[in-house]
């Protein structure tokens, strides 16, 4: 399979606590990215790193890849009740003309 | 700018009825998406369009076509809907393939 896989599956976690997910992969990637998905409602991208970045941040969000352990981890820190919701990463392939896989995704529950 | 609406928000159809969900963006973005996502599925590619006039397969095109005659909207067609097209669609676009997707809010499909 090309997509990325996340780890865990779910998350629950107590509200200032941080959250870290994890998403692994196979293929060579051009860059990888992370979105968020509240409940019933569309996907938010949150972040977008390439593969030649190793490390990004965002307000309260921290991504890193490692493209030789075929990696990536999306860190939130200090999380708050809003921050509960499905974390998916989309691996943008080197290959052809192949538009975003995305993966199945990790759900986080914060409590407050 | 409205970014992507898709209507309609919820439909239900019975098995062999057809219908077209249509997807519209405001920020003149070259690529448009169809996602279809399931429980424990992720997000699966329907079809694309890299550009006005233009559409390709995804993941998963069976008993779905599409069409793309104005640039700004991106439309999804059941011809004969079947309950195993019973999802919650989603509409994506992308100023290029390697940027960042925008979606739409989702339309929950129910096929009795």
């Known amino acids: 399979s090309q997509q990325g896989e996340e780890d865990p599956q779910a998350l629950s976690i107590q509200e200032g606590e941080n959250a870290t997910m994890n998403c692994s992969y196979k293929?060579?990637?051009?860059?990888l990215q992370w979105y968020r998905q509240n409940s019933g409602r569309g996907l938010v991208h949150l972040i977008l790193i390439r593969s030649n970045e190793r490390e990004k941040h965002s307000g309260r969000l921290r991504v890193t890849l490692d493209t030789s352990k075929k990696s990536s981890s999306l860190l939130i820190t200090a999380s708050r009740a809003a921050d509960t919701a499905s974390y998916f990463c989309?691996?943008?392939?080197?290959?052809?003309?192949?538009?975003?896989?995305f993966g199945k995704g990790t759900r986080l529950s914060v409590i407050a | 700018n409205a970014g992507v609406t898709q209507t309609p928000k919820f439909r239900v159809l019975k098995t062999g009825q057809s219908m077209t969900l249509l997807c519209a963006q405001d920020m003149n973005h070259e690529y448009m998406y169809w996602y279809r996502q399931d429980p424990g599925m992720g997000l699966r590619l329907i079809h694309y369009?890299?550009?006005?006039?233009?559409?390709a397969k995804g993941e998963v095109p069976d008993g779905y076509n599409v069409s793309r005659l104005k640039k700004q909207n991106f439309l999804l067609g059941l011809e004969s809907a079947a309950p195993s097209q019973t999802s919650v669609y989603f509409c994506a676009s992308a100023q290029g393939r390697e940027e960042t997707q925008y979606f739409g809010p989702g339309t929950r499909l129910l096929v009795l």
């Open positions: 369009s890299v550009g006005e006039g233009t559409t």
């Open positions: 989309a691996l943008r392939l080197n290959s052809g003309n192949t538009p975003l896989v």
């Open positions: 293929t060579s990637i051009n860059n």
